[in-house]
């Protein structure tokens, strides 16, 4: 690995207000109702140790007050947030369409964080990190495992969501033996259906969030029934916890370039995804029409290790919409004594 430089502690830009349309696209993003539906592909389990939301990571550290670090990665540097105990495979999250580190929902991370290391991070060109984003999933999945090399770690678990997912699957083919377990939230295979389309969608969701004056992550991420209206407003105000050193927005021209990585995938022939041995699990809500749900019913079926998660009345943002749950199956999931 060339031009790697031990990590440093940087303060980060950024801002809130409401965006015009096209900076609302590039705020894309990604709360507690109900019980899931759970399918486990290959047997049932039962869940473990609950976890409450307000659980913060080691030592009463939490990811609004989380320091921004820096490491250089192949003559660019990465911005990420580290919290969580100190020993343990770190779980690296990987964000969305136009997510940068502060569209991650604080309980989520600060849940998983209060047992696992979390590291979340801005891969090139995305909020504070420096260079030119890449418009393929596969130079995105190679720019993830060059950061996680820069920090030392030779074994990982992955979280990905939506766009981090296809980067997370890309990973796990790429660098198999780097990864040890895979959760793979609102997301889908390559060549899966409407994958392509996602651009289309995104925008006809961003023009109903510039004329509803709400957040585009509101329409994305959420039903628009009551109970996902609801949620998605406790979403948002959770995204605005942290009023310190926030992240840079992410640039239009970025999020164009993830959009066309995106549709390439989507117009992809599909993998042999019975390569990737590592325990994998599919979360996803009952109506995302971001990636069609069907897709997460797809991976499950088609990974030979993999536990399919389905939230009722949620759509992309399942996991955030049914935090409390997911958390607790994540940990459980992620439980190194689980094989």
């Not at 040890?180 to 389309?197: E, M, N, V």
């Not at 022939?269 to 809500?285: H, N, R, T």
């Amino acid at each position: 690995m060339n031009d790697v430089q031990a990590p440093t502690v940087s303060p980060q830009h950024g801002g809130c207000g409401r965006p015009k349309l096209f900076s609302t696209l590039a705020a894309l993003a990604a709360v507690p109702v109900g019980t899931a539906l759970r399918k486990r592909m290959g047997g049932r389990h039962d869940l473990a140790r609950a976890t409450s939301p307000r659980d913060t990571a080691k030592g009463g550290a939490s990811y609004k007050d989380a320091p921004t670090k820096s490491v250089t990665v192949r003559g660019a540097r990465f911005s990420y947030r580290q919290l969580g105990p100190d020993t343990g495979v770190p779980v690296i999250f990987l964000s969305h369409l136009g997510g940068n580190l502060d569209n991650w929902d604080p309980r989520v991370v600060d849940g998983i964080a209060a047992r696992r290391p979390v590291i979340t991070f801005d891969n090139r060109g995305v909020g504070a990190s420096e260079g030119t984003a890449p418009d393929s999933i596969e130079a995105m999945a190679r720019d993830a495992i060059a950061f996680v090399r820069a920090l030392g770690f030779k074994k990982v678990d992955l979280l990905g969501f939506s766009l981090g997912g296809f980067v997370s699957q890309a990973i796990a083919t790429q660098e198999p033996a780097l990864v040890r377990k895979i959760i793979l939230a609102g997301t889908g295979p390559a060549g899966g259906p409407g994958i392509a389309d996602v651009t289309s969608v995104t925008y006809r969701d961003a023009l109903k969030a510039f004329a509803t004056f709400s957040d585009p992550k509101e329409h994305m991420f959420f039903t628009r029934t009551p109970s996902g209206k609801s949620a998605a407003r406790a979403f948002v105000l959770r995204l605005k916890e942290r009023t310190d050193h926030r992240d840079r927005a992410v640039a239009f021209s970025t999020v164009r370039t993830q959009m066309k990585a995106v549709k390439a995938w989507g117009s992809e022939k599909p993998a042999d995804l019975s390569l990737m041995k590592q325990p994998v699990l599919v979360a996803d809500g009952e109506s995302d029409h971001m990636v069609p749900t069907g897709n997460s019913y797809d991976l499950a079926r088609r990974l030979p290790n993999a536990t399919l998660q389905i939230y009722p009345d949620a759509g992309h943002g399942g996991i955030f919409q049914f935090h409390e749950q997911f958390v607790e199956e994540a940990l459980e999931f992620l439980d190194p004594e689980r094989k």
